[in-house]
């Protein structure tokens, strides 16, 4: 196992993650182009692991509890480019935004029910995560997974990549950077009321 692995992990709980050769990986495509039972989430340019990198892992390594987080297998490196990634699980019902643009012309399609799973759901796996001390700061729709493309199947929280912990978000509340897609942030922050 390479050291990098050990580093990654020492500090956080670990549930049947491992270090993953990258040659046990066949027919590897994009996620677009492909239905297989895992994906590899590439950082660009990443070929040391950087903050970033240890963040989002540490952040699937606690959210795994519970069914709250996409699954995380372990991490693997790119033997050509050298760059690390995470070997995730591969959610066939896609992202919620995905599902709901296949399945009705318009929201109005969707039953009173129907959302109201799917927002109970949200509210469940939101209280998780923040009992865990944990501040999404990118939650939208192309981030929220579903299992199967069943209308009731479970839905999942991804992209963790701009999480923080609470008690590191206190550290930094002088912080004045805006984070997350444009479309989804709120117009007080934008307008810094």
């Not at 993650?17 to 492909?34: C, H, L, T, V």
């Not at 039972?37 to 606690?62: C, Y």
């Not at 297998?73 to 919620?96: A, C």
């Amino acid at each position: 196992m390479p050291k990098v692995y050990q580093n990654v992990t020492k500090n956080v709980m670990i549930i049947g993650n491992e270090w993953i050769s990258y040659d046990r990986f066949q027919d590897i495509k994009q996620i677009a182009k492909g239905g297989y039972e895992v994906v590899l989430k590439k950082f660009n340019n990443i070929v040391d692991i950087n903050e970033e990198f240890l963040n989002e892992i540490a952040i699937l390594l606690r959210t795994n509890v519970g069914s709250i987080s996409i699954t995380l297998y372990g991490i693997t490196k790119d033997p050509e480019t050298h760059e690390y990634m995470m070997v995730l699980y591969y959610y066939k019902g896609r992202s919620l935004r995905n599902h709901l643009n296949n399945n009705f012309d318009n929201f109005d399609n969707i039953s009173w029910d129907d959302k109201s799973v799917y927002l109970n759901n949200l509210a469940i796996k939101f209280a998780k995560i923040h009992r865990l001390d944990i501040v999404h700061r990118d939650f939208h729709l192309r981030n929220i997974l579903k299992f199967s493309l069943q209308n009731n199947s479970s839905m999942y929280l991804s992209d963790f990549g701009l999480s923080e912990l609470i008690t590191e978000n206190i550290k930094n509340s002088q912080k004045s950077t805006i984070s997350g897609v444009l479309p989804y942030i709120v117009s007080e922050v934008l307008s810094e009321e």
